[in-house]
């Protein structure tokens, strides 16, 4: 393909990212990985033995991908910039996907968390990519904040509905047209993928 995608400085081949996690076995995970073409990995921080001390999905990831810490399973601004700092330590990366979740239940993001996380991420050289609600308040306030791109949800993380909202998404591309915006969560099947690109994402994350 010679349609590529740049984010913080870095050119990709491919505009998915692709995800470690409820793969049935880390050979199928490696197998996917390479059959989806994706360059870029997000990799959960409080899922992990980042000491590699036991055999985990690490060991089966292609050295060439782009490794994405993200802080899952984070429910506030602290604890989410604690595991970022251990992400960077551990795995020897300044990227940061950041997720900051406001409900148990549903997984759906603290917004306010989120901002106020990432702020004080990108003040320590975080390059930061938050995943949020599909606001287009808070999209502004997170790139003003200084990340490089906005991951507004489609659905709830592991739903697999598409894209819920289509007009946020709309609107959002409308009114930011220089921004790189990543549609991130609840999708499920290629279609969505292939809608979420047509509403005007430069990415998708799965």
Request: proline share 5%; charged share 20%; net charge negative.
């Amino acid at each position: 393909m010679s349609d590529t995608f740049t984010l913080a400085g870095k050119t990709f081949n491919s505009r998915l990212i692709i995800g470690t996690g409820k793969y049935r076995s880390y050979d199928e995970m490696q197998a996917a990985h390479k059959a989806s073409g994706a360059e870029m990995v997000t990799v959960a921080v409080n899922r992990v033995p980042l000491d590699r001390a036991t055999e985990s999905f690490l060991d089966y990831l292609d050295s060439s991908m782009q490794i994405l810490p993200n802080t899952a399973g984070c429910y506030d601004a602290e604890h989410a910039i604690r595991t970022a700092r251990l992400a960077r330590e551990a795995l020897e990366t300044d990227w940061i996907k950041l997720e900051v979740i406001g409900d148990p239940v549903t997984l759906l993001p603290d917004n306010e968390q989120t901002l106020e996380a990432a702020r004080i991420l990108i003040k320590e050289g975080f390059i930061v990519l938050p995943y949020f609600s599909d606001d287009l308040i808070m999209a502004k306030k997170l790139l003003d904040a200084g990340c490089p791109a906005v991951m507004p949800l489609a659905a709830p993380i592991g739903s697999g509905m598409g894209v819920q909202n289509p007009s946020n998404l709309r609107i959002m591309r409308e009114q930011l047209p220089d921004a790189t915006i990543i549609v991130d969560a609840g999708v499920g099947v290629p279609s969505d993928a292939a809608i979420a690109m047509e509403l005007g994402a430069d990415a998708i994350l799965m």
